[in-house]
């Protein structure tokens, strides 16, 4: 079984730019969650994608924005970045009736 | 407001002695919940859950208790290692929602 996976792990990028995070989900699982982790907090909810429509959504900007393909992973997309978007950015997928949700390693974004 | 805390941020214990880490949670309408481990540089690891109808539920060197009156949660750690170093947290979940609300974590430290 593959767990939850993250692409890049680090990133750099310049204020004002946009990036896209990759996420794939766990196997069998057709949910996927997105959390923002600043230094030192707690993750916060960020919107779920499930069979590739979103699915909830945290108090985060339009400029936050996904998609889920229909093999069930997802990207998570930042328009012009800010500096405080500079953190750790989580995916965690789940399946089925089940609320647990599996983390991936994360992708760090720093903002300059 | 939705929230989740923790009342110590730093634990230290001695390694062999159990841990007992804390939560109070504020949303009464919440009905699941989850302890999760992350080590520095990694995502979230889920360690256990319970749900609203449970007051308690064991897993491997861990238990979880539940006291819905009071709005707490707890996650108890025996013979604690020094693997168990890290920072947990604890999240809860309003069913069909799928939005997990974090705490800010509490740091384990464990002596050797």
């Known amino acids: 079984e593959t767990g939850v996976t993250q692409s890049p792990t680090h990133l750099i990028k310049t204020r004002g730019q946009q990036v896209t995070l990759r996420c794939s989900s766990q196997?069998?699982?057709?949910?996927v969650s997105w959390y923002q982790q600043a230094l030192g907090q707690g993750p916060q909810f960020i919107f779920q994608?499930?069979?590739?429509?979103?699915?909830g959504r945290g108090n985060f900007p339009p400029r936050f924005s996904g998609l889920q393909f229909p093999n069930y992973s997802s990207e998570l997309n930042v328009n012009a970045l800010e500096l405080d978007d500079s953190a750790l950015y989580l995916c965690?997928?789940?399946?089925?009736?089940?609320?647990?949700?599996?983390f991936g390693p994360g992708t760090r974004l720093t903002v300059t | 407001g939705e929230s989740v805390g923790l009342h110590l941020p730093t634990l230290s214990v001695q390694e062999g002695d159990n841990s007992i880490i804390n939560c109070a949670y504020s949303?009464?309408?919440?009905?699941?919940f989850i302890w999760y481990k992350q080590e520095s540089g990694k995502g979230p690891q889920f360690i256990i859950d319970i749900r609203s109808n449970m007051d308690k539920r064991q897993g491997q060197r861990v238990t979880v208790l539940l006291n819905k009156t009071v709005k707490h949660l707890s996650l108890q750690i025996a013979a604690t290692q020094p693997g168990d170093s890290a920072v947990y947290f604890c999240?809860?979940?309003?069913?069909?929602?799928?939005?997990?609300?974090f705490g800010q974590g509490t740091t384990l430290q464990v002596k050797p």
């Open positions: 999240a809860e979940n309003m069913s069909n929602t799928g939005k997990l609300i």
């Open positions: 965690a997928s789940s399946g089925g009736t089940s609320y647990e949700q599996y």
């Open positions: 949303n009464s309408a919440s009905d699941y």
């Open positions: 994608y499930y069979r590739e429509e979103e699915n």
């Open positions: 196997s069998g699982h057709n949910t």
